[in-house]
């Protein structure tokens, strides 16, 4: 077996990817990863398709530059931008195909709920990547803007959180949903919140767990060759410093590696 010692990539607007980053760290002990936040052009969310796809192609352009070996588009606003499965020869893996697949496997009812971005609601690239595994199902969708700057500033388990929580959900309980797609990846940050309003009985689909089982099986098939033993740092690079986004990221990733945490400050422009 060949190792490939370069590291995976994997970028999103702010601190959310570090969800999928976590899960990354916690299945691929070996591997060595760079981070890259564009939190100089946070949110992505409210920006316009072609404004996304722009900055996307700046981020990948910028992790090439970097030497990955492959790319892990770790924000759902930009995934629905990213329709290659390679880019200039890199393997790419958006959130939203591995994602819509375990959603669709894991309704029980047939009614799933999305909840997201503007942009990513806009798209309605959920609906239809769930509706090419399984048609019969039922997706509701509910953008639900104000999670990420909550995520942001850590308030992953307040009163204010639960409050607009229950104020943006409420309408997808009534649905009578057995599955919530987490489609942003500042989501999962606040799990506690969003399970509060629909019961312990519902499924939460977060990307991270989903996108790790399909980088997984491309280790098996070698369309990525694994590494042998990581590094000893791992590098978060930032295009807008903040002592906030440190810290929060020290606490997210922090006890899932025994790298040495560095941060960057970089231009992707």
Not at 53 to 60: D, L
Not at 159 to 172: D, K, S
Not at 207 to 219: H, N, P, T, V
Request: glycine fraction near 6%.
């Amino acid at each position: 077996m060949s190792f490939d010692p370069r590291p995976i990539g994997v970028f999103d607007s702010g601190i959310g990817g570090l969800t999928v980053l976590r899960e990354l760290l916690k299945n691929f002990p070996d591997e060595n990863f760079i981070y890259l936040g564009d939190t100089a052009r946070l949110p992505y969310g409210s920006k316009s398709a072609d404004t996304v796809r722009k900055y996307t192609e700046q981020n990948m352009n910028f992790l090439k530059g970097r030497d990955v070996k492959a790319i892990v588009v770790a924000c759902n606003t930009a995934s629905t931008q990213v329709f290659e499965t390679e880019y200039e020869g890199l393997p790419v893996y958006n959130v939203i195909d591995p994602g819509s697949e375990l959603a669709a496997r894991m309704t029980e009812n047939n009614r799933v709920a999305v909840i997201a971005t503007r942009a990513t609601v806009k798209s309605e690239s959920y609906t239809k990547k769930i509706h090419a595994h399984k048609p019969e199902v039922e997706v509701f969708s509910a953008a639900c803007p104000l999670f990420v700057p909550l995520a942001e500033e850590g308030w992953h388990d307040d009163p204010i959180t639960n409050l607009i929580a229950f104020r943006y959900l409420q309408g997808l309980k009534a649905q009578d949903v057995d599955t919530v797609v987490l489609a942003c990846t500042h989501y999962p940050l606040l799990k506690t919140a969003i399970q509060k309003v629909f019961g312990n009985h519902v499924n939460l689909v977060d990307s991270g767990e989903a996108i790790a089982k399909l980088l997984a099986q491309d280790f098996s098939s070698q369309r990525l060759n694994k590494n042998n033993k990581s590094g000893d740092k791992l590098l978060i690079c930032l295009t807008d410093a903040g002592t906030q986004f440190e810290k929060l990221a020290l606490a997210l990733v922090g006890d899932f590696t025994d790298q040495r945490i560095v941060f960057e400050t970089v231009s992707v422009i």
